[in-house]
């Protein structure tokens, strides 16, 4: 009988369950760990990380839509793929809308993802050449576009939705802040699912080729040569070429700014926005601000994403029985983030109803911010990935988005296409097709 490490590493790309897994563990020290409860600042790890774990999330979840779509591809049924990615991301949607209610700081980023994966569903039968360069025009157009529709909005508030919820499908402003105007608004954070489904597809084909070392370190170097030019021409457009002076004097209403305004304007820059650019000034669009939405801020994390998908799928390439072993509870959540995710969420908002019920802050501030939260967290993922690993099977969300999504799928099979699938075509062993760890998922699902 296999060893769990051994099976795992035969029917999974464990590289990119190890991805997720830091995509994970990232998430929650920019939630857990976001300021110092002393100075009540940023701390220098949500600096680090703040947009980049949550791109990385994102890209990750461009290449589980090729993989769970590639069967129905394969098979001739693009319209089963389409429905597949529809099911999937209502599911999304509605575990989103409810994790949205839970108290607390986290802005959860699900519900957004289910509409992204709407959005996704017209590339589903799209080349890579041709995922790659919409996701360019549209990371360059839609920035600029986005700023000019949201100007009339300035007395909205930014962001519109953070975590969206139940409580706010009625309002006027639920579309418009899922796709706009959010915290993680849909149409620019497509451009992360575009580019990780054009990933996916290129790693499908070397893994085919058995090219996939070579593919990983390949695209590790464009990730790191990308992440270094869109941070070079940041700083060039907002240093020399008069980006910062252009933004401070927004601020003071086209007065020269003064150093304090200056310093003002680089402490917003580093700490980052919530979803989209201020619209006061064009200069705006040249930053590379944490979840600015802007050209570069994509251009970056895409990058960083891109170093670090590739340096996992290249380490796992490489890994021996030992290794993944000694891996496989965090390959285990990797495997399950859908699952991890929604678990971190709930402890987190359990831990500021323990810290507001409690009142004496200094006691229990530690149960909003610190450290030791991140690493409980952490042990949290960690256990959960065991456990899950073990079994064999799927996290427990992760088969209620599957199910959802192949729910729809067979009302795209006429009687053609199951008089062709045939009962002499199932794949798998039974006890394959039981625990069915030869399908990798996304990170959303």
């Known amino acids: 009988m296999s060893s769990p490490a051994s099976r795992q590493r035969a029917d999974r790309l464990i590289g990119l369950d190890l991805a997720r897994f830091l995509a994970l563990i990232g998430m929650m020290a920019t939630h857990v760990w976001a300021f110092d409860i002393a100075t009540g600042g940023h701390t220098p790890i949500t600096e680090v990380l703040s947009g980049k774990a949550a791109a990385l999330f994102a890209v990750l979840a461009g290449i589980g839509i090729v993989l769970t779509s590639r069967r129905d591809l394969a098979a001739g049924s693009p319209a089963a793929a389409r429905l597949n990615l529809f099911g999937r991301g209502f599911a999304l949607l509605v575990l989103g809308l409810t994790l949205g209610v839970l108290p607390g700081g986290i802005y959860v980023i699900i519900a957004y993802y289910g509409v992204t994966f709407?959005?996704?569903?017209?590339?589903?039968?799209?080349?890579?050449?041709?995922?790659?360069?919409?996701?360019?025009?549209?990371?360059?157009?839609?920035?600029?576009?986005s700023q000019a529709l949201r100007v009339p909005l300035s007395g909205v508030d930014s962001p519109e939705i953070g975590s969206a919820s139940w409580f706010d499908v009625s309002s006027g402003g639920f579309a418009r802040g899922l796709l706009l105007t959010g915290v993680y608004p849909a149409l620019t954070w497509i451009v992360y699912v575009l580019v990780g489904m054009a990933v996916g597809r290129l790693l499908m084909d070397a893994r085919a080729n058995g090219t996939l070392r070579r593919f990983a370190l390949r695209l590790a170097a464009i990730g790191l040569v990308v992440a270094i030019a869109a941070d070079r021409l940041a700083a060039l457009l907002l240093g020399p070429v008069g980006g910062m002076q252009g933004i401070a004097r927004a601020w003071t209403g086209g007065l020269e700014p003064d150093p304090t305004t200056i310093t003002a304007v680089e402490d917003a820059l580093a700490e980052g926005m919530y979803g989209t650019s201020p619209t006061e000034s064009f200069w705006w669009l040249v930053a590379r601000a944490p979840h600015s939405g802007t050209t570069l801020d994509l251009l970056f994390t895409i990058g960083i994403a891109?170093?670090?998908?590739?340096?996992?799928?290249?380490?796992?390439?490489?890994l021996n029985?030992?290794?993944?072993?000694?891996?496989?509870?965090?390959?285990?959540?990797?495997?399950?983030?859908?699952?991890?995710y929604s678990a971190h969420v709930f402890m987190a908002s359990v831990g500021a109803l323990i810290a507001a019920i409690a009142g004496t802050y200094a006691d229990t501030a530690w149960l909003i911010s610190s450290p030791q939260l991140w690493l409980v967290h952490v042990a949290g993922a960690l256990l959960l990935g065991w456990i899950i690993a073990l079994t064999k099977r799927r996290g427990p969300l992760e088969t209620l988005v599957h199910a959802a999504g192949r729910a729809l799928t067979v009302a795209a099979k006429g009687p053609e296409r199951r008089a062709a699938d045939g009962p002499h075509q199932p794949l798998g062993t039974p006890r394959e097709r039981a625990g069915r760890v030869s399908r990798p998922r996304s990170p959303s699902a």
């Open 321 to 340: 029985r030992g290794w993944s072993l000694a891996l496989l509870p965090a390959t285990g959540a990797g495997a399950a983030p859908l699952t991890v």
């Open 118 to 145: 709407w959005l996704a569903i017209p590339a589903v039968t799209w080349r890579p050449r041709t995922l790659l360069v919409v996701a360019a025009v549209w990371a360059v157009v839609w920035p600029i576009c």
């Open 306 to 318: 891109a170093v670090v998908i590739g340096l996992c799928l290249a380490l796992g390439t490489v």
